[in-house]
């Protein structure tokens, strides 16, 4: 048993469910209790999805468990061929059902409907919503492109893109972003899936020269199969960000026999605004900003490529809720000489976050909930994310116009330069205060800084002066001001703090 409050992800059988939802002509049967049909909501409230997900539930009863519950779940899927007419039936368990071993796989085979059946072993109290759509995915491309002919020519320049699906964090947009940009560089874009694919589009997948896996949590296992069993080649460079959009551009012309990248065309051509942006000498104040990053494994990677290289933060902090990317998120976090975290406790993450003191913090829902408790500015990266996050508006992460995208959301939550300078030197000012907000942000006050882990009572003791003294010292670092002459003044034994001990303990950190 584990005390959980908040998930960061669910059961397998959710993962399996967005992966029905993203496809087309592909229906679910859910052995479940009666109950489960919550999950329906994410779809259509979420995502705000204007039909209800391809999901029949056999929602069992408690006076059910004395009957025959296969019995049930045989005339669900029935039913459910017989109302929908899909070209394939998934069939699996959810957490319950799961204790109930009526083996949905076993039952379907029985069933004589017409239509290929996928069954899914989810394993609900091992894994969680990404492994499940990354396997229900794998099931269903080997069902349908595993018996597939590869053609004896196929142009270099044909690819498919793999993992966009319902309910990812921008799914819809980054296809749209990046389809256009392979276009442009001349790669024709054969069968994305799972988003907007039919089981006949599966079986097309070997068609293509290779394939482009752009969210490796859902399509990594997917695209290794593919190479084993096809030799197709795949390209998992994740385009988000200005520098890792260009790394895969380059990676896919290379694949695709194309001539390489002119250099700066990018900035020439107006589409790549990060750059000029983060150039800009109002972008100054945000130089070795601090930043705590966790999400997926994915957007966390890459986040912290853009904060470090392109704007110029200092990543404090680097974690994944995904156990499956802890060594991919160990080696990126190396690469910023700290130590990742891998948990999806969102206690622990809290913790961290504390320790770690950020300026600005890129997380998820769970994330902005810490960050807005410790008033700590923060925006949004990863799923699981709220219904504000499949905005309207087109909003991608990936390739030039989701970096204009993401310079845009970083930067809004923190206090414009200006603001910062102004509440340095008007500190008493009945506006500009220490415990005043940026005028679009909540009270911006600088509580988990001044919150630094307490040393013993007896090191505590500052002088009325040093106490006014250090108040001059911009909020956002005061935490860090006090805490290290504590320590200098413990480690000397000064008791107690004065003036001098603070421009003492100034001088001696900053050598
Ligand atoms: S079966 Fe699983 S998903 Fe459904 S209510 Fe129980 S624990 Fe939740």
């Known amino acids: 048993m584990k005390l959980s409050m908040w998930t960061y992800e669910g059961p397998p059988h959710v993962g399996a469910m967005r992966i029905a939802a993203s496809m087309k002509g592909v229906h679910y049967v859910l052995h479940a209790p009666q109950g489960d049909t919550y999950a329906d909501l994410l779809f259509t409230m979420i995502e705000r999805r204007a039909s209800r997900p391809p999901v029949t539930y056999t929602t069992f009863q408690a006076r059910d468990l004395s ?107 980054d296809v749209t972003e990046i389809v256009r940009l392979l276009t442009e560089e001349g790669l024709d874009v054969r069968v994305v899936a799972p988003l907007g694919a039919s089981p006949a589009d599966l079986a097309r997948l070997p068609d293509a020269a290779f394939n482009i896996v752009l969210y490796p949590e859902l399509a990594d296992v997917t695209a290794r199969w593919l190479k084993k069993t096809y030799g197709m080649p795949y390209v998992s460079t994740v385009p988000i960000g200005i520098g890792a959009t260009q790394d895969f551009l380059a ?87 700290i130590e990742a975290l891998v948990s999806d406790d969102h206690l622990d993450v809290e913790a961290a976050i504390i320790a770690a003191r950020p300026e600005l913090v890129l997380g998820t829902q769970m994330e902005r909930h810490i960050a807005k408790r410790l008033r700590v500015p923060c925006a949004v990266i990863s799923a699981p994310v709220h219904v504000q996050d499949f ?88 935490g860090k001001a006090r805490r290290n002459t504590e ?10 703090i004065t003036v001098e001990t603070l421009y003492d303990a100034k001088a001696h950190f900053a050598r």
């Open 391 to 478: 905005p309207a508006r087109y909003s991608p992460q990936m390739g030039f116009e989701g970096a204009n995208v993401i310079f845009d959301s970083w930067v809004h939550p923190l206090m414009m330069g200006l603001e910062e300078h102004l509440l340095q030197m008007f500190r008493d000012d009945f506006e500009f205060n220490d415990g005043a907000a940026a005028s679009h942000l909540y009270p911006h006050a600088a509580e988990i800084i001044e919150d630094a882990p307490a040393l013993a009572a007896e090191t505590l003791v500052w002088t009325s002066d040093a106490e006014k003294e250090l108040k001059k010292v911009p909020f956002f670092v005061r």
């Open 251 to 337: 990676e896919v012309r290379a694949l695709a026999g194309l001539a390489p990248r002119e250099a700066g065309q990018d900035q020439a051509s107006g589409r790549d605004r990060l750059t000029w942006y983060a150039r800009s000498v109002d972008s100054n104040y945000l130089t070795n900003k601090r930043v705590f990053i966790f999400g997926d494994a994915t957007h966390a990677i890459a986040a912290a490529r853009i904060a470090s290289e392109e704007l110029g933060f200092r990543v404090c902090g680097l974690g994944t809720y995904m156990r499956e990317f802890a060594r991919e998120i160990r080696e990126a976090a190396q690469a910023y000489g």
């Open 67 to 173: 009957g025959s519950t296969a019995d049930i779940f045989k005339a669900a899927c029935r039913d459910a061929v017989a109302r929908f007419e899909p070209e394939a039936l998934l069939v699996g368990a959810s957490c319950t059902a799961e204790l109930l071993q009526d083996d949905p796989g076993g039952l379907a085979r029985t069933l004589d409907v017409n239509v290929p059946v996928v069954p899914l072993e989810l394993p609900s109290y091992q894994k969680k919503e990404n492994w499940g759509a990354s396997e229900t995915f794998y099931r269903l491309v080997r069902a349908f492109a595993g018996s597939a002919t590869r053609p004896a020519e196929i142009p270099a320049n044909s690819c498919n893109i793999l993992g966009p699906t319902s309910l990812g964090f921008r799914c819809r947009d």
């Open 487 to 496: 320590l200098f003044a413990a480690s000397k034994g000064i008791r107690p």
